[in-house]
């Protein structure tokens, strides 16, 4: 079964500082990547994910993440954060042609300071 | 993007009673619903894949007599928890999937379950 990693559980840091959170994740095959955030009081919303090709995928709000697959790492980067990007950011893989059933990691809390 | 709802977003009840939760896509048709669960401090652990008109298929370690999932329409799916207990408290969260949009999940806001 698959497992995914991510080290920093709580990150924080002063508006205009670049972000990287780190995502592992344990699997032999194919899998499809994906970063979620959950703001304060919302739902979990998509932010970018990745299924093939460029492995250096753009999402929404200025955040953009790296397949590396010699490391079996998904890193969410942002090169300049805002207060607003404070949330709470999940990586999640799916294994190719499984069902689409996601496995999350533990999850990273961002404070971002002003 | 879609909308997913949940029903109730809090709930109290008392040791021994069942609760339903109820999951639905409002702007899309829903073949597939995702029921998780997240403790404290942890990540969403997926309980069961519902599929509309069919039975659910539960994840290893969870009790299908325990965590009822019924999905009888495209745009509803129902978690109960029967005869809940002080350890079934926790926050359950459903996704449900767009056919018409490749992979991607959209998750509803969640339900807090406190049993006393």
């Known amino acids: 079964a698959q497992s995914v990693s991510q080290h920093n559980h709580h990150v924080i840091l002063s508006e205009a500082a670049s972000l990287e959170l780190g995502c592992n994740y344990s699997y032999g095959g194919t899998v499809n990547l994906f970063w979620y955030v959950q703001y304060p009081g919302q739902h979990l919303q998509l932010l970018l994910k990745?299924?093939?090709?460029?492995?250096l995928v753009k999402g929404i709000k200025g955040f953009e993440a790296e397949f590396i697959k010699s490391k079996f790492s998904f890193n969410l980067r942002k090169p300049s954060v805002q207060w607003s990007d404070t949330a709470e950011y999940f990586c999640?893989?799916?294994?190719?042609?499984?069902?689409?059933?996601?496995?999350f990691g533990t999850g990273t809390q961002l404070k971002v300071e002003l | 993007g879609a909308v997913v709802s949940q029903h109730p977003s809090r709930v109290i009840c008392k040791s021994g009673t069942s609760v339903k939760i109820e999951c639905r896509s409002l702007?899309?048709?829903?073949?597939?619903m995702f029921w998780y669960r997240q403790f404290p401090k942890q990540s969403l652990m997926l309980m069961a894949t519902?599929?509309?008109?069919?039975?659910?298929?539960?994840e290893q370690g969870v009790e299908k007599d325990k965590f009822l999932i019924n999905h009888a329409s495209l745009t509803l799916s129902t978690l109960t928890v029967t005869s809940a207990h002080p350890e079934d408290s926790s926050f359950y969260i459903c996704?449900?999937?767009?056919?018409?949009?490749?992979?991607?999940?959209?998750f509803g806001p969640g339900t807090r379950l406190t049993v006393l």
């Open positions: 702007d899309f048709q829903a073949t597939t």
């Open positions: 519902s599929n509309e008109g069919s039975k659910a298929t539960y």
């Open positions: 996704s449900a999937r767009d056919p018409s949009g490749g992979d991607e999940q959209f």
């Open positions: 990745y299924f093939s090709g460029d492995p």
């Open positions: 999640a893989v799916n294994v190719a042609g499984g069902g689409n059933k996601l496995t």
